[in-house]
């Protein structure tokens, strides 16, 4: 940090560094010496010229003034043992300067750097000059605020070289998870020592793992009570987080995302992954091309979804409305027959005819073949409600609910007699229709009058 003006020899520039630094906090240091001289002496004298920037700043500047000037040098002549050492001794300098930026970091947030250009925060404008996302650095920021704090054990492991920096945020994070209600300041040190010392021979999703279960070993009376503490809670937020959502893109493909919880998740993949296994896939392809079963994973993983989909049992299907929630495939007897009309699911989605007659043999699907008149299922007084099969047929007549400008779809609404059961009516499709349960409700409600319209709808108008 000083260099001579005189004898050209450069004095132990860490030591006087540190002298210069004292000297400036206190002016009776100049008591002190440097090999044998007065440092203030020799500063008066001019033999020593001081660096003015800050211990931290010139090795910076120096560090990269000296990695500059080796992008150039070529690495030809290291053999492979110290190129090994080497990369290692690397990695461990990259966390030392790891923590010295978190260091800085925390103390530029102390400065409020940045605020007087009017950034709304040191950490965005952190974020700006050095083109990092705003996510990284507030993730940094808030890494370095936390190793200040209270895990100084962890930061001098930074700063040692022993330690990278996701270790030290999984272990950061692990502590700081330990429930304060069930464990003392004691505890909580042994749990930090531990994963330190494991972090010697664990990468970070190993330490990750270590620490949801690090009470288990430094304080097991209180760790099973938090273990399931903590499992219950993360499933019923999980749970709270599922979501499912699909799109059709009017080219003929669905497109979905999914969140469920990880139980699910891992049911899924099991399924599916068995549907795709190599030994079911070469018997379902017996015959076939060998080249047309060597798909990628994530395409035999969808296929494999597909047929998932396809292949449930009827008798598996939930309910809804009265019948499985099945999809019913509608053809003409020409289609089945081989014609090249198209058909349609009650949905009113249109699929080829190939496809349609393929899907007539899956289980779990309905196929209704129509010849050139529909034919009327009438099970005149023999029961009370509708069955399967009648409301599968109300379903592709009606579509949906038949009050006017509803459209709540067939599989939510109820089957309703035109003529009341109770008054003689009989329970067919011929005299029975679709309704949802508000205007089910309504046409049993006798303050409104049921009138119907041209197209078939029923149009409800309260009495006056």
Same mark, same amino acid.
């Given at each position: 940090?000083?260099?001579?003006?005189?004898?050209?020899?450069?004095?132990?520039?860490?030591?006087?560094?540190?002298?210069?630094?004292?000297?400036?906090?206190?002016?009776?240091?100049?008591?002190?010496?440097?090999?044998?001289?007065?440092?203030?002496?020799?500063?008066?004298?001019?033999?020593?010229?001081?660096?003015?920037?800050?211990?931290?700043?010139?090795?910076?500047?120096?560090?990269?003034?000296?990695?500059?000037?080796?992008?150039?040098?070529?690495?030809?002549?290291?053999?492979?043992?110290?190129?090994?050492?080497?990369?290692?001794?690397?990695?461990?300098?990259?966390?030392?300067?790891?923590?010295l930026e978190l260091r800085v970091a925390r103390h530029a947030t102390s400065c409020e750097v940045g605020l007087d250009r009017g950034a709304t925060s040191t950490t965005n404008w952190w974020a700006?000059?050095?083109?990092?996302?705003?996510?990284?650095?507030?993730?940094?920021?808030?890494?370095?605020?936390?190793?200040?704090?209270?895990?100084?054990?962890? %930061?001098?492991? !930074?700063? $040692?070289?022993?330690?990278?920096?996701? #270790? @030290? =945020?999984?272990?950061?994070?692990?502590?700081? &998870?330990?429930?304060?209600?069930?464990?003392?300041?004691?505890?909580?040190?042994?749990?930090?020592?531990?994963?330190?010392?494991?972090?010697?021979?664990?990468?970070?999703?190993?330490?990750?793992?270590?620490?949801?279960?690090?009470?288990?070993?430094?304080?097991?009376?209180?760790?099973?009570?938090?273990?399931?503490?903590?499992?219950?809670?993360?499933?019923?937020?999980?749970?709270?987080?599922?979501?499912?959502?699909?799109?059709?893109?009017?080219?003929?493909?669905?497109?979905?995302?999914?969140?469920?919880?990880?139980?699910?998740?891992?049911?899924? %993949?099991?399924? !599916?992954? $068995?549907?795709?296994?190599?030994?079911? #896939? @070469? =018997?379902?392809?017996?015959?076939?091309?060998? &080249?047309?079963?060597?798909?990628?994973?994530?395409?035999?993983?969808?296929?494999?979804?597909?047929?998932?989909?396809?292949?449930?049992r009827a008798d598996t299907v939930v309910h809804a409305g009265g019948v499985p929630a099945t999809v019913v495939v509608t053809m003409s007897l020409e289609t089945l027959l081989g014609g090249l009309a198209s058909a349609s699911l009650d949905t009113?989605?249109?699929?080829?005819?190939?496809?349609?007659?393929?899907?007539?043999?899956?289980?779990?699907?309905?196929?209704?073949?129509?010849?050139?008149?529909?034919?009327?299922?009438?099970?005149?007084?023999?029961?009370?409600?509708?069955?399967?099969?009648?409301?599968?047929?109300?379903?592709?007549?009606?579509?949906?609910?038949?009050?006017?400008?509803?459209?709540?779809?067939?599989?939510?609404?109820?089957?309703?007699?035109?003529?009341?059961?109770?008054?003689?009516?009989?329970?067919?499709?011929?005299?029975?229709?679709?309704?949802?349960?508000?205007?089910?409700?309504?046409?049993?409600?006798?303050?409104?009058?049921?009138?119907?319209?041209?197209?078939?709808?029923?149009?409800?108008?309260?009495?006056?």
């Amino acid at each position: 940090m000083f260099e001579t003006s005189r004898c050209g020899k450069r004095t132990d520039g860490s030591r006087l560094g540190h002298d210069r630094e004292a000297l400036v906090e206190n002016p009776d240091f100049g008591a002190r010496t440097v090999s044998g001289r007065c440092l203030a002496g020799l500063m008066s004298e001019g033999v020593l010229t001081p660096d003015p920037r800050h211990r931290v700043a010139a090795f910076v500047a120096s560090a990269r003034a000296g990695a500059g000037e080796l992008s150039e040098v070529s690495l030809w002549s290291m053999g492979a043992a110290e190129t090994a050492s080497t990369l290692v001794e690397l990695t461990r300098l990259r966390s030392q300067v790891a923590e010295l930026e978190l260091r800085v970091a925390r103390h530029a947030t102390s400065c409020e750097v940045g605020l007087d250009r009017g950034a709304t925060s040191t950490t965005n404008w952190w974020a700006h000059h050095t083109r990092m996302t705003r996510t990284e650095a507030h993730r940094l920021a808030k890494l370095a605020e936390r190793l200040g704090d209270a895990h100084e054990t962890v %930061r001098i492991a !930074l700063t $040692a070289g022993g330690l990278r920096t996701d #270790q @030290a =945020a999984v272990i950061v994070d692990a502590v700081d &998870a330990l429930p304060t209600d069930l464990v003392d300041a004691g505890v909580v040190a042994r749990a930090e020592k531990h994963l330190l010392d494991a972090a010697a021979d664990h990468d970070a999703k190993g330490l990750r793992i270590l620490g949801r279960r690090i009470l288990d070993v430094v304080a097991p009376e209180v760790g099973e009570a938090h273990e399931a503490r903590l499992l219950e809670a993360e499933e019923a937020k999980a749970r709270a987080a599922a979501s499912f959502s699909m799109v059709e893109d009017g080219y003929g493909t669905c497109h979905g995302r999914f969140t469920i919880p990880t139980l699910h998740g891992h049911m899924l %993949r099991k399924h !599916l992954m $068995a549907i795709a296994a190599p030994k079911h #896939q @070469a =018997a379902k392809a017996a015959g076939e091309p060998v &080249a047309s079963r060597e798909l990628a994973s994530r395409h035999r993983m969808g296929l494999a979804f597909c047929e998932y989909v396809e292949t449930r049992r009827a008798d598996t299907v939930v309910h809804a409305g009265g019948v499985p929630a099945t999809v019913v495939v509608t053809m003409s007897l020409e289609t089945l027959l081989g014609g090249l009309a198209s058909a349609s699911l009650d949905t009113g989605t249109r699929l080829s005819a190939s496809e349609a007659r393929r899907l007539a043999c899956r289980a779990g699907i309905i196929p209704v073949v129509l010849g050139g008149q529909s034919q009327v299922l009438d099970l005149g007084r023999k029961c009370r409600f509708h069955t399967e099969p009648q409301r599968v047929a109300l379903a592709l007549r009606d579509g949906g609910c038949t009050a006017e400008d509803c459209d709540w779809p067939p599989g939510m609404c109820h089957a309703h007699h035109d003529v009341a059961w109770h008054r003689g009516g009989d329970t067919d499709v011929k005299t029975g229709r679709l309704l949802c349960p508000k205007h089910h409700a309504i046409a049993h409600d006798p303050r409104y009058a049921a009138n119907p319209t041209a197209n078939g709808k029923l149009r409800f108008i309260k009495r006056t």
